[in-house]
């Protein structure tokens, strides 16, 4: 079973609906994370939770919201869609920072989102 | 703040054709470095990784080594095969900031039999 699972794979949506994906891990991380990639950009950092209480915004966070259910939940909400946020989500987790694991970071295998 | 600038792709190569995917970075104090591959329909995994100068990460045939004098981080592996078709992510985390991991752009790689 994968380590990093994210739900739903594909969701085609309509401009002015909520949208929530979601993501689960069973590798005990304490440190989760969501990104969007689009093309020619790499990945950008939205939201990212290192406990149950501590959320913090990335560099993309407008339009969106987190939600840390538990410590191997991490759900991410579009309240209101809109085109420009078509791409490709992708929740992470890594472990706590030490000198040797420096925050690497393990990936589900992505929500492909169309916002019409 | 914290930077890393790829080589644009796509990148075309012969099965067996030497790769280099050019990675530099910006950055305050001394961060790790990272590479990371996303094959087609798929998340992003680690290829390798260098926590401290002069460190050589290797996985896979492939290689890259952490030069603070040129703030470089540059991929390599000797022998591509049509299986290495992928996009490429060099990527920093550390320095002044430990909480988040700064991506490149990517490098798509293609290898053709």
């Known amino acids: 079973d994968a380590d990093v699972t994210q739900t739903p794979r594909n969701r085609i949506t309509k401009t002015g609906k909520r949208i929530m994906l979601e993501c689960s891990q069973t590798k005990g991380h304490d440190r989760m994370y969501w990104y969007r990639q689009d093309p020619g950009l790499g990945l950008r950092l939205i939201y990212y939770s290192f406990d149950v209480k501590d959320i913090n915004k990335g560099e993309i966070s407008d339009g969106y919201s987190v939600s840390r259910q538990a410590q191997a939940k991490f759900s991410l909400s579009l309240e209101s869609a809109i085109p420009n946020q078509t791409a490709l989500y992708f929740c992470?987790?890594?472990?706590?920072?030490?000198?040797?694991?420096?925050?690497?970071?393990?990936f589900g295998p992505g929500t492909r989102l169309t916002v019409l | 703040g914290n930077s890393v600038t790829q080589m644009e792709g796509p990148v075309t190569l012969s099965e067996e054709a030497f790769l280099t995917i050019n990675c530099t970075y910006t950055a305050t104090g001394y961060p790790s470095l990272f590479w990371y591959v996303q094959y087609p329909g798929e998340g992003l995994q680690l290829l390798l990784k260098a926590t401290k100068a002069d460190d050589k990460g290797s996985n896979k045939g492939f290689e890259a080594t952490y030069r603070k004098e040129t703030t470089s981080f540059h991929l390599e592996k000797g022998s591509v095969q049509v299986s290495d078709s992928a996009v490429y992510f060099c990527?920093?985390?550390?320095?002044?900031?430990?909480?988040?991991?700064?991506f490149g752009p990517g490098t798509s790689l293609s290898v053709i039999p």
């Open positions: 990527a920093l985390s550390g320095g002044t900031s430990y909480d988040k991991v700064i």
């Open positions: 992470a987790t890594s472990d706590q920072w030490t000198s040797g694991r420096a925050n690497e970071q393990f």
